[in-house]
């Protein structure tokens, strides 16, 4: 198992912090396989500096799209732009990019100062210098000391260190990332998650990261692009991707979410059960999006309240899962809402309860109004 | 519990009844083993003529062997093309198999088995084949006439053998080596090779000796000054009896058993390594 330093912040030396930042400009990018789209006609702004995720799930074209930035395959058609310079026929070594995979790819035959070293000695960057800059990298990395050490003697999050070490020592131009802590166990994970978003700030490196795992998404990212099927989905900020979900794929693919259609009233507002919800433009269906954890347990009295929608129902299952208790509750016959409540202090009202009449709450803050039908 | 009533492995079936097997295991062992042995004591017969067991022991035939121009004409002959197939056969060998391992074109099942013919057709077939091609542009008889018809057997062993290696091999290496800055080449030189050298060494022992031991086609395409031991071998067989036979195959059986032994003890090396 690692060890882990009390303390998260990484030493960046200034050499380090000179990294560039550029901005990775993506136009029209299309790749077929056949006659499946792998990439849609992509458009894709990576900001300077910004953590991007692109988060999608199998065979969404997620990593279709890095490996077309990072110059492993070429699309059919389109534009890849790193600081107005445009890269789409240069071949990988001439890009000038980090990347860290998924299985590490650390040279074996190699030690970790060598594996680290591989790209300064390919740049001509030798002697006393190559030393120091891995050094460095070491440092910033934290493992300092580990540099004569082999490859099958470093744990798995030490190997992801040294995978990531090994990618910004030689300051490129950009970072990019392929599901690179999918193989650490989850605690170990999400460690390297919060320490991966503090050596992003450090190091100021344009990041573009893969993954398929929501949550991550959400933790690390200054921007998520969601990506389905090939094409860009929603481009946003996490926590307008999880509070706004640009369509149902979104809604379902991040966070937990129950969906439920609306109809018009006669005064072409969007209701469900009778209870206004909001309103919303001409045409298609509407429908209703409650995370779990926006809903609460209410009473009768609520209903008055205008600031919440109150929803009547059966008390099907109550579960107990530690951090927060899981309430499902009928509406009717098919209808199946869950409510995921607290469990600390006295936040307990639904245990005992089952089979008994229940009112659900929601803040009108917290709906969320997509376009379409009910997904799936 | 005793050796007979004790499981043979994580089964229930004990190594008494496991007795018949180990038998039937030894017996095949030995009539693979026997043949090859039993020149070894022939070779050191004082005898004219093949003799077993020898009822006199002596070293003449090996001073024969070493003491006769011919032979050692030919022993230098089969060395030199051995050497030549292993540095013909081994880069083809380990560019095959690298190229029909990275590429995902829909061919590279068929061409796998294209370059793998030699290893499947007769190889009567393939010796008379050449012989009458080389008839015709004049190579009979020459040094890289039988360098090439040699490497055309050793490639497929060396694809084989090669590709075995590379499919222990994580390939996103090479991509991380060319996104550090390395081209195909040097990705391949730095990072790939050093990985797979085990197998490519190997592939280059046992292309030497698919030459060195070779004689159906060395029969008929080498000749004159450019005969191969093996050919004078049998043309000696075939003649005259004569342990000076018995004596070269001893030496050969020796070198061949190190060289494919050097190839094991490379393999298990490499297994501890991961």
């Known amino acids: 198992m690692d060890r882990f330093p009390p303390e998260l912040d990484f030493a960046v030396t200034d050499s380090q912090k000179e990294t560039s930042a550029l901005p990775i400009t993506i136009r029209n990018l299309t790749k077929r396989y056949g006659p499946v789209f792998a990439l849609n006609s992509v458009d894709l702004d990576v900001r300077s500096g910004e953590f991007l995720t692109l988060l999608g ?98 744990s798995g999050g030490q190997r992801q260190r040294v995978a990531l070490a090994r990618a910004f020592v030689f300051g490129p131009r950009v970072l990019l990332m392929d599901e690179p802590l999918s193989a650490l166990d989850k605690k170990l994970r999400e460690r390297m998650q919060i320490e991966l978003k503090h050596l992003h700030r450090k190091l100021g490196v344009t990041t573009v990261y893969v993954t398929h795992d929501q949550r991550e998404a959400l933790t690390m990212s200054d921007r998520i692009a969601v990506i389905n099927d090939g094409e860009l989905v929603q481009l946003d900020t996490p926590k307008r991707v999880y509070n706004r979900p640009a369509n149902a794929f979104v809604a379902d693919f991040i966070g937990e979410s129950t969906m439920l259609p609306l109809t018009r009233n006669a005064t072409g507002a969007l209701t469900f059960r009778d209870q206004l919800v909001g309103e919303a433009g001409e045409g298609r269906d509407w429908t209703l999006v409650v995370r779990p954890e926006r809903l609460f347990l209410a009473d009768a009295a609520a209903e008055t309240d205008e600031r919440t929608i109150v929803l009547k129902g059966v008390l099907r299952e109550a579960v107990f899962q530690g951090e927060s208790e899981m309430v499902l509750v009928a509406l009717d016959g098919d209808t199946e809402l869950a409510v995921r409540i607290g469990t600390g202090g006295t936040a307990n009202p639904a245990g005992g309860n089952i089979g008994g009449e229940v009112y659900i709450g929601i803040d009108r803050s917290d709906v969320i109004i997509i376009p379409g039908g009910r997904a799936q | 519990m005793n050796w007979w009533s004790r499981p043979a492995s994580d ?88 190229a029909l391992f990275v590429s995902r074109h829909r061919a590279t099942k068929a061409i796998f088995l294209l370059l793998i013919t030699p290893m499947i057709v007769p190889v009567i077939l393939i ?41 222990s091999y994580d390939l996103s290496q090479e991509q991380v080596a060319r996104s550090l ?19 490519v060494i190997t592939a280059a022992l046992l292309s030497f000796l698919t030459s060195f ?26 003649d005259y009896i004569d342990p000076t036979i018995a004596a070269i195959s001893t030496i050969m059986v020796i070198l061949s058993s190190v060289l494919l032994l050097l190839t094991q003890f490379l393999g298990s090396k490499r297994g501890g390594n991961r």
């Open chain 2, 213 to 238: 031991d070779e004689v159906i086609i060395a029969i008929f395409v080498s000749g004159g000054a450019n005969a191969t031991l093996t050919k004078h071998m049998f043309a000696a067989l075939r």
């Open chain 2, 127 to 167: 010796a008379i084949g050449t012989f009458y091609a080389y008839g015709r542009v004049g190579m009979n008889n020459t040094i890289t006439g039988l360098v090439l018809a040699h490497s055309a057997l050793a490639l497929p062993i060396a694809i084989i053998v090669v590709t075995a290696g590379l499919r």
């Open chain 2, 11 to 98: 089964t229930q079936i004990t190594h008494g009844g496991r007795l018949w097997l180990y038998t039937l295991a030894a017996i095949i062992m030995l009539l693979l083993v026997i043949p090859t042995l039993i020149v070894v004591p022939m070779s050191f017969s004082d005898s004219q003529y093949l003799e077993f067991p020898p009822s006199n022991w002596s070293l003449r035939w090996y001073e024969e062997y070493l003491g006769t121009a011919k032979w050692i004409r030919a022993t230098a002959t089969s060395v030199q093309v051995g050497l030549l197939t292993m540095l013909v056969a081994t880069p083809l060998g380990v560019m095959a198999a690298y």
């Open chain 2, 181 to 199: 800055g390395a081209n195909r080449i040097k990705a391949f030189f730095l990072i790939t090779l050093p990985q797979i050298r085990f197998s």
């Open chain 1, 57 to 154: 799930p199998s065979g969404s074209g997620k990593t279709t799209l890095l490996m077309a930035i990072a110059g492993f395959n070429r699309p059919d058609s389109g534009s890849i732009q790193f600081g107005g310079e445009e890269v789409i026929l240069a071949p990988p070594h001439k890009r000038e990019v980090g990347m860290v995979f998924q299985s590490y790819a650390l040279f074996p035959h190699m030690s970790v100062a060598d594996n680290i070293g591989f790209p300064l000695k390919l740049r001509g960057i030798g002697g006393t210098e190559r030393i120091s800059r891995i050094e460095e990298a070491l440092e910033t990395v934290q493992l300092s000391g580990f540099g004569e050490r082999n490859i099958d003697q470093l």
